[in-house]
T-cell receptor, first 113, second 114 residues
């Protein structure tokens, strides 16, 4: 079945550091890929998405490119801020799986001044 | 627009008690779902609905019931609470449930079963 694997956290970075959170997936069809972010005490909200191979999703300085050949969707940001401290979830949605969204386990990020 | 609302925000139950977690959305979304979030396990799908009157099981449905009598509401019922159901529960909705649709999440309900 479909699955999503993320790098284990927690990740701690200094402000202005470069961020990469790795995400790889397994899917039988052609999934859409997402990054969701969860700030402390809140529900998840969509950060960015990509719907086909080689698409790049971007938002708030974050980027991720849909790589079908490596089945990856790594999240990157060139310069993190304290306000980026949150839990980040990689997810996929595949029409072949009745539209169910599969989430990775989440990666906790803490950015220190 | 209130988006997706959930009540209550916190709840403590004793083993064997029953309760209903409420979820409502005002975006006229067809697709709604319930997840539970546990440390180190991400979000796991409990039940989902593709429209009023239609529900189906997700990855971890045991011990939970749902119904969808209206487009707006999607309550989750715990029939006989167990400590293993201690978790944070999120309700989500999307326009059609199609592969590229964004899901909108409620603020969550933190449930503790003693």
């Amino acid at each position: 079945g479909n699955s999503v694997t993320q790098m284990e956290g927690p990740v701690t970075l200094s402000e202005e550091a470069f961020l990469t959170i790795n995400c790889t997936y397994t899917a039988t069809g052609y999934p859409s890929l997402f990054w969701y972010v969860q700030y402390p005490g809140e529900g998840l909200q969509l950060l960015l998405k990509a719907t086909k191979a080689d698409d790049k999703g971007s938002n708030k300085g974050f980027e991720a490119t849909y790589r079908k050949e490596t089945t990856s969707f790594h999240l990157e940001k060139g310069s993190v801020q304290v306000s980026d401290s949150a839990v980040y979830f990689c997810a996929l949605s595949d029409l072949a799986s009745y539209d169910k969204v599969i989430f990775g386990p989440g990666t906790s990020l803490s950015v220190i001044p | 627009n209130a988006g997706v609302t959930q009540t209550p925000k916190f709840q403590v139950l004793k083993t064997g008690q029953s309760m209903t977690l409420q979820c409502a959305q005002d975006m006229n979304h067809e697709y709604m779902s319930w997840y539970r979030q546990d440390p180190g396990m991400g979000l796991r799908l409990i039940h989902y609905s593709v429209g009023a009157g239609i529900t189906d099981q997700g990855e971890v449905p045991n011990g939970y019931n749902v119904s969808r009598s209206t487009t707006e509401d999607f309550p989750l019922r715990l029939l006989s609470a167990a400590p293993s159901q201690t978790s944070v529960y999120f309700c989500a909705s999307s326009y059609s449930g199609g592969g590229a649709d964004e899901q909108f999440f409620g603020p969550g309900t933190r449930l503790t079963v003693l």
